[in-house]
């Protein structure tokens, strides 16, 4: 049995690893898949990369692109939601922002630097012509922390993934002032070269397993209804995301790679770019 560690997000998106892992298709395939949740979300799963904590990582495209080109040891070998992130912009329910507009120059909660919290934040502030280099941050490393944050007023703003985060916005925690979704696929699955290099035939094994799940998803009995349950969700909002969500099974394309490193680059979150060769290892 060859052990291997994979990190995610605690999301909707990611159940059909546990699906597999659940009814044993790893196992079966001598593969002893050990799944880590990173409620902290892409910033960490870049450091786990880096530290060899997870050998494969299902991750925001933007934040794994930033993090190889600035030397993670790691690739993209595979597409896993090519749908856009919507990203929720929030405000706590007692705050005096009403729109969109109102919260230029203020201060976003972010997971942590290098995040997709911390990255959309300059594509939003780009969409809405604001000046990026005035953008002010405080780190609150998880959705918890963000509550806390926006609850005292220490942050004005909090961008989280849309339907995840509606929960709050149902309680009056949270109030949704607008949508920005990612103009790119929005996961990908990403390994770390060393463990790619001595494991080729692994990772080909573990994604044509997942592959295979991703691609019949939405057609599993009830699937709705088991989402909604597992993920404290309205049955009718995970409906809605279901209808919006598509799973890939295919690589990144080079020119998908070339409009998000241009972005990223365009917003000096990159200072150079990567090559396609670099960045991707399809398999």
Same mark, same amino acid.
């Given at each position: 049995?060859k052990?291997?560690?994979i990190?995610?997000?605690?999301?909707?998106?990611?159940?059909? $690893?546990?699906?597999? %892992?659940?009814?044993g298709?790893?196992d079966?395939?001598? %593969?002893?898949?050990?799944? +880590?949740?990173?409620?902290?979300g +892409?910033?960490k799963m870049?450091?786990?990369l880096r530290?060899?904590e997870?050998?494969?990582?299902?991750i925001?495209t933007e934040? %794994?692109?930033?993090? #190889?080109?600035?030397?993670?040891?790691?690739?993209i070998?595979?597409?896993?939601?090519?749908?856009?992130?919507i990203?929720?912009?929030h405000?706590?329910?007692?705050s /005096?922002y009403?729109t969109l507009?109102?919260?230029?120059?203020t201060?976003?909660? #972010? &997971?942590?630097?290098? &995040?997709?919290?911390h990255?959309? &934040?300059?594509?939003? *502030?780009?969409?809405q012509? $604001?000046?990026t280099?005035?953008l002010?941050?405080?780190?609150?490393? =998880?959705?918890?922390g963000a509550?806390?944050?926006?609850?005292?007023g220490s942050?004005?703003?909090?961008? $989280?993934e849309?339907?995840?985060?509606k929960?709050?916005?149902d309680?009056?925690i949270?109030?949704?002032?607008?949508?920005?979704p =990612?103009?790119?696929?929005c996961?990908v699955? *990403?390994?770390?070269?060393?463990?790619?290099e001595n494991n080729?035939?692994?990772?080909?094994l573990?994604?044509?397993?997942?592959?295979?799940?991703? *691609?019949?998803? !939405?057609n599993i009995?009830s699937?709705?209804r +088991?989402?909604? /349950?597992k993920?404290?969700?309205k049955?009718e909002?995970?409906?809605e995301w279901?209808s919006? +969500?598509? $799973?890939?099974? @295919?690589?990144?394309e080079?020119?998908v790679?070339?409009? %998000?490193?241009?972005?990223?680059?365009?917003? !000096?979150?990159i200072?150079? @770019?990567?090559t396609?060769a !670099?960045?991707?290892?399809?398999?």
């Amino acid at each position: 049995m060859k052990t291997v560690k994979i990190a995610g997000v605690p999301e909707h998106f990611n159940l059909p $690893w546990h699906l597999c %892992i659940d009814n044993g298709e790893f196992d079966q395939a001598g %593969i002893d898949l050990q799944w +880590t949740d990173v409620p902290e979300g +892409t910033g960490k799963m870049c450091q786990m990369l880096r530290d060899g904590e997870t050998d494969l990582a299902v991750i925001l495209t933007e934040g %794994i692109v930033k993090d #190889i080109v600035g030397g993670n040891p790691s690739a993209i070998v595979q597409v896993f939601v090519a749908s856009p992130l919507i990203w929720g912009i929030h405000v706590g329910a007692n705050s /005096s922002y009403q729109t969109l507009a109102d919260l230029e120059n203020t201060k976003a909660a #972010i &997971s942590r630097y290098g &995040s997709g919290s911390h990255l959309m &934040s300059f594509v939003n *502030a780009q969409n809405q012509n $604001w000046n990026t280099e005035k953008l002010q941050f405080e780190i609150v490393n =998880t959705i918890d922390g963000a509550v806390e944050a926006l609850t005292n007023g220490s942050s004005d703003y909090f961008m $989280w993934e849309r339907f995840m985060t509606k929960p709050l916005v149902d309680k009056g925690i949270f109030r949704r002032v607008a949508d920005c979704p =990612t103009p790119w696929p929005c996961f990908v699955i *990403a390994v770390r070269n060393e463990f790619l290099e001595n494991n080729f035939q692994t990772v080909t094994l573990i994604l044509n397993i997942i592959n295979n799940t991703t *691609a019949d998803f !939405k057609n599993i009995p009830s699937i709705d209804r +088991t989402l909604a /349950s597992k993920y404290h969700q309205k049955l009718e909002d995970i409906q809605e995301w279901l209808s919006l +969500t598509k $799973w890939s099974q @295919k690589p990144l394309e080079e020119k998908v790679l070339n409009k %998000i490193q241009n972005q990223l680059f365009d917003l !000096k979150i990159i200072d150079k @770019k990567g090559t396609f060769a !670099k960045i991707v290892k399809a398999i």
